[in-house]
């Protein structure tokens, strides 16, 4: 496609070991796969980047990195914590492994394929952004502190195929051109929405994020449930 000009595109998938709601939840096993494995065969299937680099504070992803044909960051230890900013661990990674795009694959979004990520990736550089994140679009009645957001009180009640929709984040992918990331790093500290900021709406599968154990068993009863439909 012409505008798809050729860009270094490094995958991140970031990996800490600790977690405060599902215990060590990137090597909790889905269908006899560590999750992180999800993730990992879906960049690779993409076909669109240079590099998938698993970026985590423990040595036990290196061998897990070894395992699937990628390399392994090891990020410093005080970036491992449960308090640590995204936009810490985006900075540090970018300064350590050179590449004009960083895409963030998200390792707790086991469902999202190689296809959509690509389509991310498209979509990024069709539109010439500098940061993007995936949402989900729900037509749903939705109020923030009281107050509609997409309907009105007054009047018949509207349904729900008439209401715009509303796009929480899911985060299954993130990512940023390094140059604008880095500058706005520089001049305010904060750089996760910074730049030509873009939103790309995936499908149903990918919003499902893990981080609970009923999230993890959610995303097992899916993965079955796309098996079966699949044979």
């Given at each position: 496609?012409?505008?798809m000009?050729k860009?270094?595109?490094?995958?991140?998938?970031?990996?800490?070991?600790?977690?405060t709601?599902?215990?060590?939840?990137?090597?909790?096993?889905?269908?006899?796969?560590?999750?992180i494995?999800?993730s990992?065969l879906?960049?690779?299937k993409?076909?669109?980047?240079?590099?998938?680099?698993?970026?985590?504070d423990?040595?036990v992803?290196k061998?897990?990195?070894?395992?699937y044909?990628?390399?392994f960051?090891?990020r410093?230890?005080?970036?491992?914590?449960s308090?640590?900013?995204?936009?810490?661990?985006?900075?540090?990674?970018?300064?350590n492994?050179?590449?004009?795009?960083?895409?963030?694959?998200n390792?707790i979004?086991?469902?999202?394929?190689?296809?959509?990520?690509?389509?991310?990736?498209?979509?990024?550089q069709?539109?010439?952004?500098?940061s993007?994140?995936?949402?989900?679009?729900e037509?749903?009645?939705?109020v923030?502190?009281?107050?509609?957001?997409?309907?009105?009180?007054?009047?018949?009640?509207?349904?729900?195929?008439d209401?715009e929709?509303?796009?929480?984040?899911?985060y299954?992918?993130?990512?940023?051109?390094?140059?604008?990331f880095?500058?706005?790093?520089?001049?305010?500290?904060?750089?996760?929405?910074?730049?030509?900021?873009?939103?790309?709406?995936?499908n149903?599968?990918s919003s499902?994020?893990?981080?609970?154990d009923?999230?993890?068993?959610?995303?097992?009863?899916?993965l079955?449930?796309?098996?079966?439909?699949?044979?």
């Amino acid at each position: 496609k012409d505008f798809m000009k050729k860009e270094t595109i490094v995958a991140m998938i970031p990996a800490r070991i600790g977690s405060t709601r599902l215990k060590m939840k990137n090597l909790a096993l889905i269908d006899g796969k560590p999750m992180i494995a999800f993730s990992i065969l879906a960049a690779q299937k993409s076909g669109v980047f240079d590099r998938i680099v698993i970026n985590s504070d423990s040595e036990v992803f290196k061998s897990i990195a070894d395992r699937y044909g990628v390399e392994f960051y090891k990020r410093p230890e005080h970036l491992g914590s449960s308090k640590t900013k995204s936009d810490d661990v985006v900075l540090d990674f970018m300064q350590n492994n050179t590449s004009e795009v960083v895409v963030w694959v998200n390792s707790i979004s086991p469902l999202q394929t190689g296809d959509e990520i690509r389509r991310v990736v498209e979509f990024f550089q069709k539109e010439k952004l500098d940061s993007l994140i995936t949402v989900k679009e729900e037509q749903v009645h939705c109020v923030y502190q009281g107050k509609p957001v997409n309907f009105e009180e007054s009047g018949k009640f509207a349904q729900t195929q008439d209401l715009e929709p509303v796009q929480p984040f899911v985060y299954s992918v993130m990512m940023w051109r390094a140059k604008s990331f880095i500058e706005a790093m520089k001049l305010q500290g904060n750089a996760l929405l910074s730049g030509k900021v873009g939103y790309y709406p995936v499908n149903k599968w990918s919003s499902i994020i893990i981080k609970t154990d009923h999230d993890l068993k959610l995303a097992s009863y899916a993965l079955r449930a796309l098996e079966t439909d699949e044979s």
